[in-house]
């Protein structure tokens, strides 16, 4: 970026490119239509000294006024600060354009056709309004951004009077532009729908017909080398391409959006109360990790209940507030019975998550990867390296200012908790641009980690004892409000109410969280009585639950319900539980029943969705360390089989005998997460053997012999062989009678992809990653003829009916038609926006269709 610099009172002089390390000074930026290519002044002038006569240097004049009376010494024009003779300086322009929008301190339009000084007849001067409306910067594509891009922008009329700015005239210019006033106030433009970004441009025109498409780059937040001279079609179809890789990438990296873990957890807890959390702001040790660039990590710990979840909460909504625009704002919640969100991996896939989604231009160092492995890439055994590497590329990525990055719950970390928090000290001391809030329970393994980053802050719940007690306290009044008013309460008592919550809360919310929520299952009679029964401390209020369970008619019942629900390892729902538990047996169609036998274990348990949790971890805590011996009295190892024998039984009752080798496959789908995958498949399978095989007796027969992965299978016409192409370059022939590996077919110098038999199974065609169709003799594997002409990946081939024509589809997004005997190319077919990825003649070969790579295209 090139700026020009105010000297002194009057001139300017323009400065040199500042590279990108570099420090950009405070600038404003200049947002116009241009005027006749002669009148604008253009970069030569400029460094020229020439064009002060030309009109257009009135606009420079005024941009360099404005920016003085703001304080700027540095401004920005599209006419004279881009060296257009400098094609690689152009094009980097035309994709950093929005960037210097969003940057620029203050952003000026000038509407050279509207008019403050115009009178009427009467000499009085005329509403500027209607013109403003109807002005020429409305029109034009490249404004579009200019408008959205900044966050201060102030438009001026011809006379450099001031008419107001995007806030004030937001009406007006959501009814002119019909862009949405959200995306005016500054929401992430990521928020919006593909169409509708797209409609914003719809009515607006640029001199060149592919800037109509170049001039949404930064809209999208994607970056492609302007080409012209291909029209604005062929322009189109590049940023929808890459949009549609972008979209890929984000889908795939997907695991959870924190944004609605948030929203879930505090709908769950009952609601988020600003009272209650707004002490942080004040904190000293909150402010100097807020204020001080040298302290980077601020860790809030805590005892269970003390409301540190809640108090995330409450930053984040705070922080969003505050923070400045350009500054990127992530989170995520660990949830250790939620095993999506239970590990160190899927924190740093939900922080990207969020990164990208506020920045879908970081998606860039992500696709260095994904465009190689796919979704494997934040799967398979080297995911947390490859996450680590990537979030390590983001966070240093020039276009950031600050980033601030929050975990909840480290201690609900399960899995790879440690790698998290090396990663996090080792970013901390390293990334001078990100902030971390983390926050977890008073552990010995979090503190002896910690120990190692350089300047952190400690904050402590117990040390903060006042300002935690003053939030209890405050959130006791409003749920006794609450109740009071709901029960009709006496003032007397309500008072006596809230006075022993507040002397017994103990500066624990959860405490006073469930005290609360019995209370409001209480009749209001003998309400004070009955609430003295809960102890303080949240440990004696647990125990006190577990006496009630024991000294209840259905103890036994309650106290195996609670085994189970403790020991297995996600969160089962009511339908599960009747299978677990003997005396719940049968109930599967009466859930409302089960539902109620669940409730008997009081307030440990709750049920949403169907789905049984515990009423916060610290309870599930409590069973397994000092309710133990009450709920596991012969050791949890009988539970455990209890869980076992039932599903056994389970299965033996509901599924069919003798499936050794059925039962091996759905636990290896299970493992790859799978399931959904193999219904299909076995969906299909029925369908394909119902009315021609007695299913009894099917047989099953393992073709073995490839070692590596199989691409693609397909039957002989007659059913009597099978072909299989494989990853290992060759393709079998089996003998689908016995299983007998009868040809094994070399001759690719790559994987197999596709493999089919023509109608009378005479030849087999073959589709290789090495851009070559061949057409074999399916009797003698002789190679008859290699097909050429791909300049990418064959990734399916199929044989009309009559077997005279043969289709092949590509990652080169093309579909070509052989003649199946000759070999010649009878058609190229394009179209396509991605990969070809199927094809398939119709029935009676009059017809083709093809499957691509993206999304919903055929
Ligand atoms: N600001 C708040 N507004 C409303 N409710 C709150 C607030 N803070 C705490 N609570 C109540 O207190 C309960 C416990 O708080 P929270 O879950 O945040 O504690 P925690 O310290 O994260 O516990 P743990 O470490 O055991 O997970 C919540 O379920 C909620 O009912």
């Known amino acids: ?383 947390w390296v490859a996450l680590s590497e990537i979030f390590t590329d983001i966070v240093q990525d020039p276009s950031l200012k600050s980033i601030y990055l929050i975990i909840d719950a480290l201690d609900e970390c399960v899995i790879d908790l440690k790698k998290l928090l090396d990663f996090i000290v080792q970013t901390s001391s390293t990334a001078s641009r990100v902030k971390w809030i983390i926050s977890s329970r008073n552990l010995p393994d979090v503190e002896e980690r910690l120990e190692r980053a350089g300047d952190k802050v400690r904050l402590s719940l117990e040390l903060n004892a006042d300002s935690v007690s003053a939030a209890v306290r405050s959130y006791i009044r409003h749920r006794v409000s609450q109740t009071a008013q709901d029960k009709k309460y006496s003032d007397q008592t309500k008072h006596t109410v809230l006075d022993y919550l507040y002397t017994n809360a103990n500066n624990t919310f959860l405490w006073a969280a469930l005290v609360c929520q019995n209370m409001d299952k209480m009749s209001r009679f003998n309400i004070v009585t009955k609430l003295k029964a809960f102890p303080p401390g949240l440990n004696s209020l647990y125990k006190r639950m577990i006496q009630r369970i024991n000294d209840s008619d259905d103890a036994d019942l309650c106290r195996r319900i609670l085994a189970i629900v403790t020991i297995v390892y996600r969160p089962i729902t009511l339908q599960e539980l009747t299978s677990l538990v003997e005396e719940l047996n049968g109930m599967a169609e009466d859930l409302d029943l089960v539902r109620e036998v669940v409730n008997l274990c009081g307030s440990l348990l709750t049920i949403r969705d169907g789905i049984v949790y515990f009423v916060h971890q610290s309870a599930k805590d409590f069973l397994l360390t000092e309710a133990f011996h009450v709920i596991f009295p012969s050791g949890s190892e009988t539970v455990h089989y209890t869980v076992f024998f039932r599903s056994l039984l389970t299965m033996s009752n509901t599924l069919q005998r003798d499936m050794k080798k059925f039962l091996y496959w759905l636990e290896a789908l299970s493992l790859c997460k799978s399931i959904p995958q193999g219904v299909i498949a076995i969906t299909r399978l029925e369908t394909a053997v119902e009315g021609r095989i007695d299913t009894q007796t099917l047989a099953m027969l393992t073709l073995e012999g490839h070692g590596v992965y199989v691409y693609s299978v397909a039957f002989s016409h007659d059913s009597a062989w099978l072909v299989s192409g494989s990853w290992d370059r060759t393709f079998k022939i089996w003998d689908t009678s016995n299983g007998e590996c009868l040809q094994t077919l070399e001759g690719h110098g790559a994987r197999v992809n596709s493999v089919a038999f023509s109608h009378d199974s005479a030849w087999l065609a073959s589709g290789s990653y090495d851009c070559t169709v061949k057409i074999w003799d399916a009797s003698s594997g002789e190679c008859l003829q290699t097909l050429e002409g791909y300049s990418d990946s064959v990734n399916s081939v199929a044989f009309s009916h009559d077997s005279a024509r043969l289709a092949s589809g590509s990652y080169d997004r093309t579909v070509k038609i052989w003649d199946a005997s000759s070999g010649e190319c009878l058609q190229t077919l394009e179209g396509h926006s991605d990969s070809v990825n199927s094809v398939a003649f119709s029935h009676d070969s009059a017809r083709l269709a093809s499957g691509c790579n993206k999304f919903n295209e055929s």
């Open 1 to 383: 970026m090139r700026l020009l610099q105010c000297n002194g009172t009057s001139g300017y002089h323009l400065t040199e490119l500042f590279t990108s390390d570099e420090p950009i000074p405070s600038y404003a930026i200049l947002s116009h239509t241009w005027g006749a290519e002669l009148d604008e002044v253009t970069f030569d002038d400029l460094t020229n000294g020439t064009g002060t006569d030309k009109p257009g240097y009135e606009k420079i004049r005024f941009c360099a006024e404005q920016a003085r009376q703001d304080g700027l010494d540095y401004f920005w024009i599209d006419t004279c600060c881009i060296n257009g003779a400098n094609k690689a300086e152009l094009s980097q322009t035309i994709n950093s354009m929005f960037r210097w929008y969003r940057n620029a301190a203050r952003c000026y339009v000038y509407l050279s056709d509207v008019s403050t000084a115009k009178r009427d007849m009467n000499g009085d001067t005329c509403e500027w309004e209607p013109t403003f409306r109807s002005s020429r910067w409305f029109t034009r594509g490249w404004t579009l951004q200019e408008l959205l891009a900044p966050s201060s922008v102030e438009f001026f009329s011809q006379q450099h009077k001031r008419l107001g700015d995007k806030c004030s005239l937001r009406q007006q210019i959501h009814e002119i532009t019909a862009i949405p006033e959200a995306a005016l106030q500054g929401e992430p433009l990521s928020q919006f729908s593909v169409n509708d970004r797209l409609s914003w441009i719809e009515y607006r025109e640029t001199k060149l017909e592919e800037d109509k498409v170049y001039s949404l780059l930064g809209i999208f937040d994607v970056f492609i080398p302007p080409i012209y001279n291909v029209g604005v079609g062929r322009a189109f179809q590049r940023l929808l391409d890459e949009i549609g890789k972008l979209e890929k990438c984000t889908q795939d990296l997907h695991i959870t959006d924190p944004r609605r873990d948030k929203a879930r957890i505090e709908k769950t807890k009952g609601g988020l109360l600003e009272d209650s959390y707004y002490w942080i702001l004040e904190n000293p040790d909150f402010q100097r990790w807020r204020d001080n660039s040298q302290s980077r990590l601020l860790w809030i710990k805590g005892d269970p209940g003390k409301g540190k979840t809640m108090l995330l909460c409450g930053i984040i909504n705070e922080l969003s507030k505050s923070i400045a625009k350009t500054a990127l704002l992530s989170y995520f919640f660990c949830q250790a019975t939620d095993s999506r969100i239970n590990n160190a991996t899927a924190v740093l896939r939900g922080l990207i998550y969020l990164l990208v989604n506020q920045q879908p231009s970081l998606v860039s160092h992500i696709r260095k990867k994904h465009d190689q492995t796919g979704k494997a890439l934040f799967e398979d055994a080297n995911a």
